[in-house]
């Protein structure tokens, strides 16, 4: 059996006029998350993990913020191909692990929804996806509500 370790990691910048999107979601807030795509920073740090564990380089690199093919892109078809890319190498996801770090909104009442939606992408099943929330107890830039963060592991299982 080969498996594999992958961490990720994406931060935004928040910014008025812009819907907040996370884990595929979107959430009701009057801020949103500013970037070339829709910033979901949670499918974004997922979709690095994955990449990485499969040793296929990172996000930036498959979909570059230069193109305009990416232009207001939806993460989660960003995500779904990160899926394929490293299904061709052989290698399907076992779990993921991730937080997000956000002073506001709250998140609980989106962390079922951005697990099911995430699960749903990965054609997993939904116990094999675990989405946390947390503050900075306003340290640092995320407790200033300047940006949101994100972090993810995902174990990846290779198909002999």
């Known amino acids: 059996m080969n498996i594999r370790v992958g961490l990720g990691y994406d931060v935004h910048r928040l910014v008025a006029d812009r819907p907040l999107w996370l884990g595929g979601i979107r959430i009701d807030s009057p801020l949103g998350l500013l970037g070339h795509s829709d910033a979901d920073v949670l499918l974004h740090a997922l979709s690095d993990a994955i990449l990485g564990a499969a040793n296929c380089r990172d996000i930036g690199y498959h979909f570059p913020d ?10 989660k078809l960003l995500l779904a191909e990160v899926v394929r890319i490293v299904g061709r190498k052989g290698f399907s996801i076992v779990n993921v692990d991730a937080t997000v770090c956000a002073e506001k909104p709250k998140l609980s009442p989106y962390i079922d929804p951005m697990r099911l939606c ?43």
């Open 66 to 75: 230069t193109s305009p093919q990416y232009e207001n892109a939806d993460s």
């Open 118 to 160: 995430i699960a749903s992408v990965l054609n997993i099943d939904a116990d094999c996806v675990s989405v946390k929330a947390t503050t900075t107890e306003r340290l640092g830039f995320t407790g200033r509500q300047e940006g949101i963060s994100a972090y993810a592991v995902v174990l990846l299982e290779k198909q002999s």
